[in-house]
């Protein structure tokens, strides 16, 4: 299991001339091995988008597994980190094995901007109503055709994803959007977000967000929040 600060990296997946997650673990363990090791991981994430629980499953035979997360961390940049390494069987896939992703996103919507978590959440200006943000997300729970928030370049007959649960709570200074889904379509995560902030900021009522996506046309939400604020969670299996 990996944990990464997203800022530096164009996101998960290797990219020519391009720094990304995929990438620099590839490259370590390339390192380790002598050759090219095969990674999946259970999600891409975007660029400027974290993890703190991101699971990826490869084949190596030359390291013990009891040494494996050290070994990575040695030769991995600091904003990459293996926190731990298991073995599984034969029939495991990151990905494919995976029920749920469970996703955070972020807010802060105090007057002073951030510094410190300057790159780890969305600052808004204006007090979000939490109340309000917490019943327009009652209508994403269940299966939908996500059309209305996803990415278009998203396959048109492939949209459709069971969300488990949407939940918006106060912690402090931040507002956390929590989102636990089977899968996530690109730019999902970011499209919910930035429709629950015009909700939480007063320009639409809460209903609103429920009636775009029965519309299923991005052109009707609204624009996608900024990718510093998504953290991939965690990732579910039976």
């Not at 990304?20 to 999946?40: D, N």
Request: proline share 4%; hydrophobic share 40%; glycine share 10%.
């Amino acid at each position: 299991m990996l944990e990464y600060d997203g800022t530096g990296f164009a996101g998960w997946q290797r990219q020519t001339g391009r720094r990304t997650v995929e990438g620099e673990l590839r490259r370590a363990l390339r390192e380790l091995c002598g050759s090219e090791v095969h990674v999946t991981a259970a999600g891409r994430t975007d660029a400027g988008a974290h993890a703190l629980g991101q699971v990826v499953n490869f084949r190596l035979d030359r390291i013990p597994v009891g040494r494996l997360a050290g070994a990575l961390n040695s030769l991995l940049p600091e904003d990459v980190s293996a926190l731990s390494a298991e073995d599984v069987d034969d029939g495991f896939h990151a990905r494919y094995s995976a029920r749920w992703r469970r996703y955070r996103y972020r807010y802060l919507d105090r007057r002073p901007r951030p510094a410190l978590e300057r790159n780890r959440c969305w600052w808004l200006v204006g007090r979000l109503d939490v109340p309000a943000m917490r019943q327009a997300a009652q209508a994403l729970v269940g299966e939908h055709d996500w059309t209305s928030f996803c990415s278009a370049s998203e396959p048109a007959g492939e949209r459709t994803r069971a969300m488990r649960a949407a939940s918006v709570r106060r912690q402090g200074e931040f507002v956390d959007l929590e989102l636990v889904a089977e899968g996530f379509l690109r730019g999902l995560a970011r499209g919910i977000a930035g429709a629950l902030a015009e909700v939480g900021l007063g320009r639409r009522p809460p209903q609103w967000v429920g009636e775009v996506l029965a519309l299923r046309d991005r052109r009707a939400a609204a624009k996608t929040a900024p990718a510093r604020g998504l953290t991939l969670m965690e990732v579910i299996y039976e």
